[in-house]
């Protein structure tokens, strides 16, 4: 799959097991999983952190084979969700460093490009989850780029 702002191809991704059954060395159940999800979840952790942790400490490759539910929907059910959800959380925060350093660095014009195509983003994110209800319709992002130039 292509980038969305550039004319490279991208290799930056984690692999995933290439099979999708129930690994044999698993000791724990459905029951002891979900608990420990939900857990890491009280204590602040987002999905993907919450998936690495397990894949590292307890050695589940995937979840979702052994639930048939993602570790975002185990969240949801036990009411430990996010306002924001976390691919928009990580673009904000990387504008938001994008943001401190061009307070620094003023003559910088390929991060001011950086900036408008990270807002693009944003932008884009943030129509798709107001439709499907993920965030409020109230929520906005206001863009620092047109303040910039």
Do not use: F
């Amino acid at each position: 799959m292509a980038r969305i702002h550039s004319h490279k191809r991208g290799k930056s991704h984690s692999t995933r097991p290439a099979i999708k059954r129930v690994p044999e060395w698993i000791t724990y159940g459905q029951d002891e999983l979900i608990t420990i999800i939900v857990k890491m979840g009280r204590e602040g952790l987002t999905p993907s952190q919450i998936g690495q942790k397990l894949k590292d400490e307890y050695g589940v490759p995937l979840v979702k084979p052994i639930l048939k539910k993602s570790i975002t929907q185990i969240l949801e059910e036990n009411h430990i969700k996010a306002e924001i959800p976390e691919d928009l959380q990580n673009l904000l925060r990387r504008a938001q460093r994008l943001r401190e350093h061009l307070s620094r660095h003023r003559s910088d014009r390929r991060n001011v490009r950086s900036l408008e195509l990270l807002e693009a983003k944003i932008h884009r994110l943030e129509k798709y989850y107001k439709k499907t209800g993920k965030i409020p319709e109230k929520w906005g992002y206001k863009a620092v780029v047109a303040q910039l130039a």
